[in-house]
């Protein structure tokens, strides 16, 4: 089952409402974490998120598998994060494949912008950019700026 937190008006009480709920929830919400309106998750028991870090308007996380968000993460709207994916092989209907999930891994001060995607068992390391409208499909490395379909190497950061 999906949840979908509200309200749609963000204030600084709100947020606080919001994170004493999410602490019941997630498996860990860091001092600091702000979390906009309208978030939907599948579990919340498999969702960490670290300190100062902030997830955007609209995120989905699909979190079967584990889903690590570091410190000082920040995040634009409509961002998915996804731990699962069907098995595509020829010879069986695609409803019959088994479902596999990979925990998705966010290292500390990243940024990811808007309408991000994130597929299964991706890491993004420590300091990278994700651009808008990206498709991440492999791991990140540390400092670079990603962007595309899918995403690829487009620069770095001095």
């Not at 410190?71 to 994916?85: A, F, R």
């Not at 991706?122 to 540390?142: H, L, M, W």
């Amino acid at each position: 089952m999906t949840l979908n937190l509200i309200p749609c008006r963000h204030t600084s009480k709100i947020n606080a409402v919001k994170i004493m709920v999410l602490r019941s929830i997630f498996n860990k919400v860091g001092n600091g974490a702000n979390i906009r309106p309208k978030i939907k998750f599948v579990r919340g028991y498999n969702i960490s998120i670290g300190n100062f870090s902030g997830i955007g308007e609209g995120a989905f996380l699909q979190d079967i598998d584990e889903i690590i968000i570091g410190n000082d993460v920040l995040m634009g709207p409509d961002v998915m994060i996804y731990t699962t994916n069907h098995s595509t092989n020829r010879n069986e209907l695609i409803r019959l494949q088994e479902v596999k999930s990979k925990k998705v891994i966010i290292e500390d001060d990243v940024w990811i912008g808007a309408r991000v995607i994130i597929l299964p068992g991706v890491i993004i390391k420590e300091g990278a950019v994700i651009a808008a409208g990206a498709v991440v499909t492999k791991d990140v490395e540390s400092y670079s700026i990603f962007g595309g379909v899918p995403a690829r190497k487009i620069g770095a950061r001095k």
